[in-house]
């Protein structure tokens, strides 16, 4: 007996799983915890609740249907970019899944999958999951909790299955040319405009928490930092769906971007910053703008490309935070947490560099039977601003459909619902909406039982205020 098929490879396999993990790795614990960490404390239960109901909500739906509309046969729904704009509805539940891994449009464009459909269906969801969990950081502190376990699902069938199958299912986009290594459009993008969306419509805090919006607990933050840091070790080294030489490079890729635009937004900040001094929430943002840069390059472009990516991408983020951010429209839409710069700008930013820096001489995959290597040039090495062209054509689809979607369904949930925690409960904060709180005080410790359970029964909103800003040195 053996456990392996023919055509699994066990090296392949292991990989897959390993990066799966590491990306599933980003979003719990990593974004509960970063954004737990970064955002009020009175919102740290509500924001990490949210992160894991939402990577929850998302496998469900992915095995139910998503998976086959990102990754599946196409539905064609008329001429031109409807002739293969997403893929048939269907399960993933049965027995058959073990079988070898194939998306439908790309066999035959790509080496064969050395491993099962479980196996991509799992590598393909931890992407999805993440997707939603970030563009939530633009809607913390208001957002209702109910209408959250609604959107989630809706949105990741008619927005992300659309993105996914435009660019990585084989869709149209795709068979243009355009390129999305690991997600700077599919995920990243996609998640900028959606939660700046998300956020002009539901509307902005509380006028006093917007002004003093003071994280809770760096330490924490620090952690889902570096765990988002090195679990994209996975998402970009996995994306090639084998453990060659293309994988290693993308890694390397991701780290090297990622330090020089930490580095690039720390002297920003204390060349041009508001304080001139360097402070690590600047530091973060740095961090996220390089990974996501690099995430649509980053087994496209050689070393030296992956370098300029993250100076450019990080100085240019830098001003659209500190700049385009002070405009009339930036002020009016409150972002909490600047989604739409670190991860909106950033990858539309890295994606259009894509076009830039792709290197021919990077192989993606071998030739063999005197087949050509698989590579990609653009306008500087491979002389092809064609490919440009591409890129800045997937961008607007993707804007224009996401922001479409998320418009349409949060106009039709707020028929049926309010889409904001009413303000007595924003007063309040996660003992209002959860009964619970991140770092409850010595007198709630020592209350009676009935107390601690049910807090917000017994307490008035007045002696649950927040507590008073940190007065300026």
Excluded at 157 to 179: C, D, K, T
Aim: proline share 6%; aromatic share 10%.
């Amino acid at each position: 007996m053996s456990p392996y098929p023919d055509w699994l490879n066990p090296g392949d396999n292991a990989w897959q799983l390993v990066a799966a993990t590491l990306v599933g790795l980003m979003s719990i614990p990593g974004i509960a915890v970063l954004y737990g960490g970064i955002v009020q404390r009175k919102w740290a239960v509500n924001t990490m609740l949210m992160a894991f109901t939402g990577f929850s909500l998302v496998l469900v739906v992915w095995v139910l249907c998503g998976f086959k509309m990102g990754f599946g046969e196409p539905i064609h729904l008329g001429p031109g970019i409807l002739r293969a704009a997403i893929g048939k509805p269907h399960t993933i539940l049965g027995s058959n899944n073990q079988e070898q891994a194939l998306i439908p449009l790309l066999d035959g464009a790509m080496p064969k999958f050395r491993f099962s459909e479980t196996t991509l269906a799992y590598f393909q969801f931890v992407f999805a999951a993440i997707t939603p969990l970030l563009f939530l950081g633009s809607v913390i502190g208001r957002i209702s909790f109910k209408v959250w376990l609604i959107f989630v699902p809706l949105w990741s069938l008619l927005a992300y299955s659309v993105n996914a199958f435009l660019l990585w299912g084989g869709g149209w986009w795709s068979q243009m040319g355009a390129l999305d290594y690991s997600g700077g459009y599919v995920i990243h993008l996609a998640a900028g405009t959606t939660g700046f969306v998300a956020a002009a419509i539901i509307g902005p805090r509380l006028a006093r928490d917007r002004e003093r919006a003071v994280p809770n607990n760096l330490p924490m933050a620090a952690v889902g930092a570096g765990i988002l840091w090195l679990g994209w070790n996975g998402f970009n080294g996995g994306d090639p769906y084998f453990s060659g030489s293309d994988a290693s490079l993308a890694v390397i890729n991701t780290n090297l971007c990622t330090a020089v635009a930490l580095l690039t937004w720390v002297i920003w900040d204390m060349l041009a910053g508001p304080a001139k001094r360097p402070n690590f929430l600047g530091a973060i943002n740095g961090m996220i703008v390089g990974l996501v840069a690099i995430t649509p390059a980053a087994g496209f472009v050689n070393s030296f490309g992956a370098l300029v990516i993250g100076a450019i991408a990080s100085s240019l983020v830098w001003l659209s935070w500190n700049k385009l951010g002070r405009t009339r429209l930036f002020k009016k839409v409150d972002d909490t947490l600047g989604v739409v710069h670190t991860h909106g700008v950033a990858g539309l930013l890295g994606g259009l560099l894509v076009g830039v820096f792709a290197d021919p001489n990077v192989k993606v995959y071998l030739g063999t039977g005197g087949a050509p290597d698989a590579t990609y040039g653009g306008w500087l090495y491979g002389h092809n601003p064609k490919l440009l062209l591409w890129q800045l054509g997937a961008a607007a689809t993707v804007i224009v459909w996401d922001a479409l979607v998320t418009f349409v369904i949060l106009k039709v949930l707020s028929l049926f619902m309010k889409l904001r925690i009413p303000d007595e409960a924003l007063e309040v904060g996660d003992i209002a909406v959860h009964e619970e709180e991140a770092y409850p005080d010595d007198a709630l410790v020592s209350s009676p039982r009935s107390l601690v359970t049910s807090p917000a029964r017994h307490l008035e909103p007045e002696t649950l205020q927040p507590e008073m800003p940190v007065k300026e040195s």
